[in-house]
């Protein structure tokens, strides 16, 4: 182990290690955290802490960086090192004010379970949801009230951030649900996440919803230093926990975010190279409901 580690430092010296560093605030100048960055290239990404600063690994002012963050307006732009980012806010959570009942009824959509089959976020601050149809016959059940999701981390007190997104008619995830940061303190080992919902009162939409984590690049995160890739340039930068845990599906309706844009699952599979051991695979989460 020390050999390799002896070796990979031998190597660092041809690695790049430049840097944009800069801070995002929002109308009123007020630091914002867990913002995510990415390099529109796909190369890197960074998290904002809480005075709001971030650095992204091998970026130039000649790149472009994508910001966003849950109820707020997603900017792309060239940024110069040290620059002060504005976000403008669009949207807040607002809270349903029915009044539940006391007796409780539940439907459990999904029949997610741990497997040895992950997705690793690598770098970048991916955001990967999982689609649950509006199925269930009973509509007085109509809340959410907890998301399992199954995750595997090698890293004490890892988090992810929960995402809820509302469906857009045409199958693709559209507005929040869930404005408020919902940082999730991850289990470690491979193991299931139960998040409770049930007081931001989020009803399922008709159209279905779209539920799933995004990472979060922040120093407590990180597993190691590896070698990354800009163009052919070798790179040095950190890989981030935990590993979502994934389940073999005949058929995937998950999405992934990048660099601003909704990608279908299906298209990072290539159909040609499926088999056992790379089969199509989607995020193991279940959403459960109550009236």
């Known amino acids: 182990m020390m050999k ?10 041809n690695l790049i290690f430049s840097q944009i560093n800069g ?17 529109k290239d796909f190369s890197a990404g960074a998290t904002t802490n809480q005075e709001g600063k971030f650095f992204v690994e091998k970026a130039t ?7 966003s963050l849950a109820g707020f ?3 792309e732009l060239q940024v110069k090192d040290d620059q002060i980012i504005k976000l403008k806010s669009i949207k807040k959570q ?17 029949k997610a379970i741990r497997q040895n089959l992950f997705f690793s976020p690598a770098n970048l601050p991916w955001i990967y949801v999982k689609y649950f149809k509006n199925e269930n016959p009973d509509k007085s059940i109509r809340f959410i009230n907890k998301v399992e999701v199954f995750v595997r981390s090698n890293v004490a007190n890892a988090t992810f951030k929960l995402r809820v997104f509302k469906s857009n008619s045409d199958g693709t995830p559209g507005d929040d649900l ?6 999730v303190q991850a289990v470690r080992d491979n193991r299931k996440n139960t998040i409770n919902l049930l007081d931001y009162k989020i009803q399922i939409p008709e159209e279905g919803v779209f539920v799933g984590i995004e990472w979060l690049l922040t120093e407590n995160n990180r597993i190691k230093l590896t070698a990354f890739y800009k163009g052919d340039e070798a790179i040095a930068d950190y890989r981030y926990a935990p590993d979502l845990v994934c389940n073999k599906v005949e058929e995937s309706n998950a999405y992934r975010y990048m660099a601003g844009e909704w990608k279908r699952n299906d298209t990072f599979i290539k159909k040609s190279e499926l088999d056992e ?10 959403l459960i409901l109550t009236n």
């Open 4 to 13: 390799r580690f002896i070796i990979f430092l031998l190597f660092l010296p």
């Open 23 to 39: 801070v995002v605030v929002d109308d009123n100048n007020k630091p914002l955290e867990f913002v995510n960055i990415w390099n």
């Open 61 to 67: 002012d000649k790149d472009t960086l994508v910001i």
């Open 73 to 75: 307006e997603t900017r």
């Open 94 to 110: 607002i809270i349903d004010s029915s009044v539940l009942p006391e007796k409780k009824r539940s439907h459990t959509i999904g």
């Open 178 to 183: 869930l404005i408020e940061p919902i940082i």
């Open 277 to 286: 051991a790379k089969p199509i695979i989607e995020p193991a989460i279940n």
